[in-house]
């Protein structure tokens, strides 16, 4: 009996392991695909962080180049949009840095 119980004993530790095991892959699959989706969402941002700065640089250039004064150019309403526009995307970004950091760190 003592061998039978020995084995049904290994058997429930064995289960047991395996389960821990799945859980923590599962977890962990979880935690890369997060890591994915913001890594590709910050990927996005920066591609409109590019395009806000080239469209910034083309309103300057354009307004310089019809004659607008510097301080025209400088206050000029479209570039103050996309400024604030650029702002607010670096800190959607920031934010999911920290995220990604988050995640990282609970490894």
């Not at 799945?22 to 994915?36: F, H, K, V, Y």
């Not at 910034?56 to 526009?85: F, N, Q």
């Amino acid at each position: 009996m003592g061998l039978l119980q020995r084995i049904k004993h290994d058997l429930k530790t064995g289960l047991t392991t395996l389960r821990l095991g799945t859980a923590q892959a599962a977890n962990r699959a979880l935690e890369e695909s997060e890591l994915l989706r913001l890594r590709l969402e910050v990927r996005r941002i920066d591609q409109q962080l590019k395009e806000l700065y080239r469209d910034v640089g083309e309103r300057a250039v354009t307004l310089r180049e019809a004659g607008e004064p510097v301080e025209r150019v400088l206050y000029d309403t479209e570039i103050a949009r996309l400024v604030k526009d650029i702002h607010q995307l670096k800190a959607t970004s920031g934010k999911l840095e920290a995220e990604m950091q988050e995640i990282r760190d609970a490894e």
